[in-house]
């Protein structure tokens, strides 16, 4: 099991080299080309979304993104580290005034949306200390023999 770890700054023109390090990496995996784009986009969605959420709770932290090649399925996790508050639904922005908190929470769930339309395999867990994003596809590794 081989695994690729980023971590970048929560800065939105990082998202981009997260997409394409996530397509080669995928790519190496086996994972079926016409796919791709849809790995590509998922990754693009859920690093955008963590992103979002650091940069609106103040959250100086590195967003994190883990590509996992197993034998016969590619895995990629998107962590945050921003806090959900008791008595606010994940991906609600408590510090953010009530027409900026809807909007950014229906940003939020379009993005989930999207992600889930997009991957059969999802999973969103959140926590007081962060949230965690996990996708998979099939994959079937190419032999490295020339």
């Known amino acids: ?16 080299t997260a997409r394409l390090v996530a397509a080669a ?3 190496r ?5 016409a796919v791709l784009d849809e790995v590509r986009l998922a990754v693009g969605e859920a690093c955008t979304r963590a992103v979002g959420l650091h ?10 993104v883990a590509l996992t090649e197993e034998e016969k399925k590619f895995s990629i996790e998107v962590g945050d580290e921003s806090p959900t508050s008791a008595g606010h639904a994940p991906g609600s922005h408590p510090d953010v005034d009530d ?6 929470e229906t940003e939020d769930e379009m993005g989930l949306a999207v ?3 997009l991957v059969d395999d999802v999973e969103v867990t959140t926590s007081e200390t962060g949230g965690v994003i996990r996708m998979s596809w099939p994959a079937s ?6």
């Open 1 to 16: 099991m081989a695994t690729v770890e980023l971590r970048f700054s929560a800065l939105p023109e990082h998202v981009r």
């Open 25 to 27: 990496v995928a790519r």
């Open 29 to 33: 995996a086996g994972v079926d080309e």
């Open 55 to 64: 940069l609106s709770n103040g959250v100086d932290a590195p967003v994190r």
């Open 99 to 104: 027409d900026g908190a809807a909007e950014a």
């Open 115 to 117: 992600i889930s339309g």
């Open 141 to 146: 590794p190419q032999s490295l023999v020339p």
